[in-house]
């Protein structure tokens, strides 16, 4: 079957966009934009479907990088997807982020991990084919790491800071642009009939905001 989808990653200040065609990234692009990308998604996503010759009615799935992440990149992203898909008629995939890293790796179970800042990290654990072992979760990295299956290999965007505590452990660094590999695994759940109705869609946030742990403390 054939077909194309316009992946959108907007969670960082690094984010990406990509046109997948036919199971395979046609093109990808790193975005930096450390203020935020509400005044350049668009102008980005039109400037890459203009070099493919593609109009926006010609993309049959929308997909978003939906988090865990920067409260408003993974609202400014899924929000750009859901926008397009309903313009014309389309469905959405929303990928979690921790998949999207999974994407990189090689062995049949591959642990995920973001950095969540306050001592914490976001972490995921996949099998080969990509689905989720355990449930995504918010916590420690001591704990994480010692509860970790002993042939389970790391992913992270940034392996810097964990390389040297996890000895012994085959560890990956990710590439910066997310948006081709949120595309392609968008590619498979499209193809399974799992494209979602936009309104359906929301973000993965794994651990709330700080705007809504403030405003349930206020109830």
Aim: a negative charge; charged letters at 20%; one cysteine or more.
């Amino acid at each position: 079957m054939s077909g194309r989808i316009l992946s959108i990653d907007t969670t960082s200040e690094f984010g990406s966009i990509a046109l997948i065609e036919d199971g395979g990234v046609a093109e990808e692009i790193l975005l930096h934009s450390p203020d935020g990308f509400g005044h350049v998604l668009f102008d980005q996503i039109a400037r890459l479907l203009n070099r493919s010759g593609v109009a926006v009615s010609a993309i049959n799935c929308f997909a978003a990088a939906s988090g865990p992440g920067s409260f408003t990149g993974v609202r400014v992203g899924l929000t750009a997807a859901k926008g397009l898909a309903e313009a014309t008629g389309r469905p959405v995939a929303a990928v979690s982020n921790l998949r999207a890293l999974a994407w990189f790796g090689q062995g049949a179970l591959r642990a995920t991990l973001l950095d969540a800042r306050r001592g914490e990290v976001y972490t995921g654990l996949y099998d080969a084919g990509l689905s989720g072992v355990v449930p995504e979760a918010v916590t420690k990295f001591a704990p994480w790491a010692a509860a970790l299956p002993a042939d389970a290999e790391v992913i992270a965007l940034d392996t810097t800071p964990f390389a040297p505590l996890l000895p012994g452990r085959i560890v990956i660094q990710a590439p910066r642009a997310l948006a081709g590999a949120v595309g392609l695994i968008a590619w498979r759940d499209w193809m399974a009939g799992r494209g979602q109705d936009p309104v359906a869609v929301d973000a993965n946030y794994v651990r709330r905001s700080d705007a809504e742990l403030l405003w349930k403390d206020e109830l």
